[in-house]
């Protein structure tokens, strides 16, 4: 079961600042994974799970906000613009290009 809105009003810090990496995390552990499960899921590096607690990251972002069923722009508003567009060029890059698509975005090959 995903948090509401609602119940996050308690924590009114959250609504405009975003979630602390720290409760992030004690979601994700409190869902029964861990931040190395979550990246081999998402066939992501663990680091890039770890960055995107920290720093606006599209792809950590992107697997972290399903297992916690919540939108990226609701774990972190000042990433996002009101109508969840990534703020962050790179971020915005890739959610433009996800949405041209129709959801699917494939990951650059090293050359």
Do not use: F, N
């Not at 600042?17 to 979550?38: M, S």
């Not at 972290?64 to 790179?90: F, I, K, M, N, S």
């Not at 890739?94 to 990951?107: N, P």
């Amino acid at each position: 079961m995903g948090l509401s809105l609602d119940a996050l009003s308690s924590h009114g810090s959250r609504l405009s600042k975003g979630w602390h990496p720290e409760d992030v995390k004690a979601a994700i552990r409190k869902k029964g994974k861990t931040l190395k499960q979550l990246a081999q899921d998402s066939d992501l590096s663990a680091s890039s799970i770890k960055s995107a607690l920290r720093r606006p990251l599209y792809c950590g972002a992107q697997a972290l906000a399903p297992l916690l069923q919540l939108e990226p722009r609701v774990l972190w508003p000042a990433r996002y613009d009101d109508d969840g567009t990534p703020r962050h060029p790179h971020a915005r890059k890739r959610h433009l290009r996800k949405l041209a698509t129709g959801g699917h975005v494939e990951k650059r090959s090293v050359a």
